[in-house]
């Protein structure tokens, strides 16, 4: 039998005055950690607060948990833990008396785990939120999350702001949620470094629209940037699954996003160099390749 | 109860406490102030009502209207509950934070007019329908706080619910039913008194049930 996907979305439609999200899909399988990249105003914050109840789609399905959403958020979020960078806590309030509340409230709080976890991010709990700096606060926020053990974390855009020692304790803190398999993430950011490093699925969005999504390996493996040098006269070639080609007098870039030992040979004679690519290339240039098919 | 909604209704008290404490001696205070003369008496009543109607505002600007703009309610969202829950909860939370202020302010004041000897017991009536306003005017701003998302909107509420206790105190006290008898030495409760407690407990109705119908089933809380 097939384990309960924790994310669920199925032709997800949602409409704003200068911003829509376009018949978007996506799985989350328990144990995954999928990467949601997209620039600025992809609809990343969008999708999250849909798969967690907080926005009704015009359209679509949502599962959270094996729970029909927004109907049945109220029990679905007992096994999530929300966090994003546009989250605050009760400013009037301090760090323990959040926490105080969270254990009340969650019956998988771990108290040890809290403290550990106070002493490894530097907070107190006597720090009244209004102090706290924005890296600070995230790690307030993580803390309250991490400790209440929940089934998925979704994260929006956790890392942005924070100084690059902090990102890293934050990453750190996700690898070691990750350790029990049954947990999952969602973890959304426009820092391809950080999904690079955490994720095991990666799904790009722009515009509104699922460009891609598959294992970060296969990204990996598909993607790469060949430069070969032409014989004169020669025309540039065009092998088949050709995402992108910049003509540089002799030497073409080609860029292919189904790269294998076949396409290489496709390609003919006058390969000079294969290069691999960065997470980030492989973003930017899927997204541009996306926005040209559809003549943008 | 659930265990959350009774925490976030007592994390209201826990926010609104000093203010409605503070609020509550102040209100008092005035009241204390008001049976030392005649003008006391005026400046006592201008600040108790300007503390009562002040509380309304506060709470229900910083329960709802700064929660919202200070990008706590995508925490208090993050909680397992509905948006629906949320509505209730702050509806519940607030009106309790309120009303305790309200009860007891209410009763002093009118305590003020029926044990005051300078004070004629003919104030009663009116006194029990100005209480009431403010009751009502504070389930206006709730109502609207659960409502409108935009601040320029929500001031001009704040704005003419502000306006309109005054425009109350000098309608209804220019009411020839209730005025005549405002001065005598024992209360009427005639027919005009009865209608506008009537009016008065149908807006606190209407404004209290409305979010429940429409504020907890919008599909979209942020």
């Known amino acids: ?296 | 109860m659930k265990v959350l909604t009774r925490k976030l209704i007592a994390k209201e008290l826990h926010q609104h406490g000093w203010i409605v404490s503070t609020v509550t001696l102040v209100g008092l205070g005035a009241l204390a102030m008001a049976t030392q003369g005649k003008m006391q008496f005026n400046i006592g009543l201008l600040v108790w009502l300007s503390t009562v109607i002040a509380l309304g505002v506060i709470i229900v600007l910083t329960g709802i209207t700064n929660e919202r703009k200070e990008r706590s309610l995508l925490y208090v969202l993050s909680l397992p509950l509905s948006g629906g829950d949320y509505v209730r909860i702050k509806l519940t939370g607030l009106l309790v934070c309120f009303g305790l202020a309200w009860l007891v302010l209410s009763a002093a004041a009118l305590a003020l007019v029926v044990l005051d000897a300078d004070v004629p017991d003919g104030m009663l009536p009116y006194g029990i329908l100005l209480c009431v306003y403010l009751l009502a005017n504070f389930a206006v701003v709730l109502c609207a706080g659960l409502h409108i998302r935009a601040e320029g909107p929500m001031t001009a509420v704040v704005v003419a619910t502000n306006m309109g206790v005054t425009i109350f105190m000098f309608t209804v006290g220019a009411t020839p039913a209730l005025h005549d008898h405002m001065f005598g030495s024992a209360p009427v409760w005639n027919s005009a008194f009865w209608v506008t407690l009537a009016i008065e407990l149908a807006v606190i109705a209407a404004a209290l049930i409305l979010p429940l119908l429409v504020a907890a089933r919008r599909r979209d809380h942020l």
Do not use: C
């Open chain 1, 1 to 296: 039998m097939n384990a309960t996907k924790h994310i669920e979305l199925r032709g997800v439609r949602k409409a704003f005055k200068f911003f829509s999200l376009e018949e978007l899909s996506l799985d989350l399988e328990p144990g995954q950690i999928m990467g949601l990249v997209g620039p600025n105003g992809a609809g990343k914050s969008t999708t999250i607060r849909i798969a967690m109840g907080l926005v009704a789609p015009d359209a679509g399905e949502v599962r959270l948990l094996g729970h029909s959403l927004p109907e049945h958020q109220a029990v679905a979020k007992r096994d999530v833990g929300f966090v994003s960078e546009e989250m605050k806590l009760f400013p009037h309030a301090s760090i323990g008396w959040h926490m105080d509340f969270t254990a009340s409230i969650y019956a998988g709080w771990d108290a040890e785990y809290a403290a550990k976890l106070t002493k490894r991010f530097n907070l107190r709990r006597e720090q009244s939120v209004k102090s706290l700096s924005s890296g600070e606060h995230m790690k307030a926020l993580m803390l309250l999350t991490l400790a209440r053990r929940p089934r998925l974390l979704v994260l929006d855009e956790p890392t942005t702001g924070l100084d690059p020692v902090a990102r890293h304790e934050l990453l750190s803190e996700f690898m070691d949620v990750l350790r029990d398999d049954s947990r999952s993430i969602l973890f959304s950011s426009h820092n391809t470094a950080d999904v690079e490093r955490v994720s095991d699925r990666i799904t790009f969005i722009d515009r509104g629209r699922l460009v891609d999504s598959r294992d970060k390996e296969e990204f990996l493996e598909r993607w790469r940037r060949v430069q070969i040098q032409l014989p004169v006269g020669a025309t540039a070639p065009q092998p088949a699954h050709l995402v992108g080609s910049v003509v540089d007098g002799q030497f073409v870039t080609l860029t292919t996003d189904h790269f294998s030992d076949e396409w290489l040979a496709s390609v003919g004679a006058g390969v000079r160099d294969v290069q691999r690519m960065s997470l980030e290339e492989i973003f930017v240039a899927s997204v541009f390749h996306h926005r040209e098919a559809r003549g943008e």
